[in-house]
């Protein structure tokens, strides 16, 4: 009798332990892009994992349209109990503010930081028949010619957009920027030689330089990338001022209470650090890098300035 009032007791405490949204319904984990896409891959990874650590469900819900918006405007209208979250990169969180006058929120004024989730740095990449042995070359070359280097991107005012403009800032490179619509159908005229060069996410990217299908002429950070250690930084060869960073964090509605924020951000830590989700981050190309909630709020607050400042010196307007 003794015992099982002394067990009845440990698993009121227990229950007591756990936050009480915490034993409610499933977590939606709010994705703004299309389902297979590298947001949505690395949603994927993480929810099983983050589910083990809530003790929860965490179920992947994918809400494209309006470069981000619509998925993040649902988060934004959601209550704020830690049942809905999005997972977003850096583009739809710093840099559509300024591209987007009219733009439905504000990520500083209209959601809760939860995470960082991973870094995804920017790798220049040329066609497996180009000459240049790295950037430097590159750029040099591009300096020779009377007609401009073409450059693709993904898009107007995308990181890959605005990695080409800072390359161009920082080297004075003749470079013609050359929009599309993705990075798939710019990857495909690189490889068939209609465009010169491209930066791209490194997790894009990887299989392709590892499949011998395109060049890396230098990494877009200051350190070297653990998935391609015999590339070069850029800052190595004399290029300095390109640093992007196509971040993917986690962010919570608006008012969401600190200790529903707290318990979010320990989980998402602990999911990070379990060796097979980060091994599998890493196999992609993508670097784990969980934080505190008051360090991602700096991270998009420098991002959406740094971003918002070059955009407007360079009059980019999205289509």
């Avoid at 951000?265 to 990070?272: C, Q």
Wanted: glycine content about 8%; overall charge positive.
């Amino acid at each position: 009798m003794m015992m099982g009032r002394f067990a009845c007791a440990v698993a009121l405490c227990v229950a007591a332990s756990v936050p009480a949204w915490a034993q409610t319904k499933p977590v939606r984990m709010v994705v703004s892009f299309t389902s297979g896409g590298p947001v949505d891959t690395v949603a994927r990874i993480l929810s099983e994992q983050l589910g083990k650590e809530l003790g929860r469900t965490v179920i992947v819900d994918n809400k494209p349209g309006a470069n981000g918006a619509i998925g993040a405007v649902d988060v934004m209208r959601s209550a704020p109990d830690g049942n809905t979250l999005w997972i977003t990169s850096v583009g739809a969180a710093a840099i559509n503010e300024a591209l987007y006058p009219s733009l439905p929120y504000d990520t500083q004024r209209d959601f809760t930081p939860v995470s960082l989730v991973v870094n995804n740095v920017e790798v220049l990449v040329a066609n497996q028949d180009d000459p240049a042995k790295d950037a430097a070359e590159f750029v040099a070359a591009s300096r020779k010619r009377k007609e401009p280097t073409a450059m693709a991107s993904s898009g107007i005012g995308s990181i890959p957009h605005l990695a080409l403009e800072q390359l161009k800032d920082s080297t004075g490179a003749n470079l013609m920027h050359v929009p599309y619509k993705g990075a798939a159908p710019a990857i495909t005229d690189l490889m068939g030689g209609q465009v010169g060069g491209f930066f791209g996410d490194v997790p894009g990217l990887i299989n392709y330089v590892r499949g011998g299908k395109l060049k890396p002429l230098g990494i877009a950070s200051s350190k070297r990338h653990p998935a391609l250690p015999e590339v070069k930084t850029l800052e190595e060869q004399g290029i300095r001022g390109v640093d992007t960073n196509n971040w993917y964090a986690l962010f919570a509605p608006p008012r969401t209470p600190p200790a529903v924020v707290e318990s979010l951000n320990k989980a998402v830590g602990r999911a990070l650090a379990n060796p097979v989700v980060h091994e599998r981050l890493l196999k992609l190309g993508t670097e784990p890098a969980p934080s505190t909630p008051q360090e991602l709020a700096g991270l998009l607050k420098r991002d959406t300035d740094k971003w918002a400042k070059m955009i407007r010196a360079k009059n980019i307007k999205a289509e």
